[in-house]
């Protein structure tokens, strides 16, 4: 029979790595608690449309990268690319307009895109993300970019660029993008065959190309800047006025436009450099009109997403070591008495808080020892049928080799004190 393997791209978490992953989640759960959001929980999968409307038709993800299925009704059904359109289609849905504004949710999951796996990015991919809805105003977006510097920085994670962008309103890029199109009609030929695609579909996403020659051709072209009304450069003037006050260090980038219809006004990303290409650890920005598009009332609206993956990867010893690491004490019943006396104590030590294990095959105290070694237990509680006898059991340190009688009738709190004294 042929072994069944993973599917390419989705990746299996295995206990070693565990620890990181909820060393990332708590910190993000932490931060955004303290900045006032409140954790939101959205299908893995929504209606086709609901993704072809926001994220915009023309889009990579849309053309090219969705797991999209037939329901058994024939319904189109898509597994989420990524949590935004969920969380505001979820928003519209539950009348959450109706209360007061501002409404700021985060949430974590699995997102899905059918592109090639490469470092940090996968087909099953994980997000952090928020999304604060209610206010337009500069210091909104101020408030999101400086919760994704805080808990990037909170994880130690090394060589962080926040670098930041002005997209302006629909009509100032209405006003750029003939100016753009008919610029990369004259270098048609030079341009990579994505970028000649976006140049009627998306041509504001050639600007973002990775490929050399197209950066080459794009470095001359007309800039988006040119073209900003001055209520669209006010509102970025202040903007970064704001993150000059928090003292969040950025950079401006005319090249990041991001690869979702929906944004206007600020747009950013948090980068490393030693991501490869794909090199963005967080990003987002502003997009006031996507309530909207999707049926609701008119809402403005900012957020950014967190790649859990990317985040683990660049994880430096330094965070690591904040992972606190549990005390364990392996619990050796041995013989008829001393194996019922384990067990009890085991259940006791967990009711307790602590950490108990103990290996059901063992039937030796040699056996029991040489298991709790492997496993890395710091302390061992010795029970067999002498120590039911004498009503009491013996606390080993693994390290020092110290021994302790415990009473056997007022357990928990004897090994509690001597586990809290290592």
Known sequence: MSLIK????????LPDETPR?????EAARRWAHRYGFREIRIPIFEVTALFARSIGASTDIVEKEMYTFQDRDGTSLTLRPEGTAGTVRAYIEHNRSSLPVPQKYFYFGPMFRHERPQA??????H????ESLGMADPQADVEVIALLWRILSDLDLPDLTLEINNLGYVADRDTYRPHLVSYLKQHESGLCANCRHRIEANPLRVLDCKVPECRAITETAPRLTDSLSEAARSYFTRVLSGLDVVKIPYSLNHRLVRGL???NLTTFEVTATNLGAQNAVGAGGRYDGLVETLGGPSTPAVGFAVGLERVAMLLPESAV???PHAVTVYVAGFGGDGAVAGLTALEELRLAGLQAVSDFRSITLKAHLRQADRLGC???LI???DEVAKESGILRDMETKVQSDVSLSALSPQIRSLVSAS
Do not use: H, V
């Open 261 to 263: 219809d929906y944004y």
């Open 378 to 380: 710091r302390f061992t």
């Open 120 to 125: 940090g990015r996968l087909r099953q991919f």
């Open 321 to 323: 070591k904040k992972i």
């Open 127 to 130: 997000q952090f993300g928020i």
């Open 6 to 13: 993973g599917i390419k791209g989705a990746k299996d978490l």
């Open 21 to 25: 992953w909820r060393l990332i989640e």
């Open 383 to 385: 029970i067999g049928d």
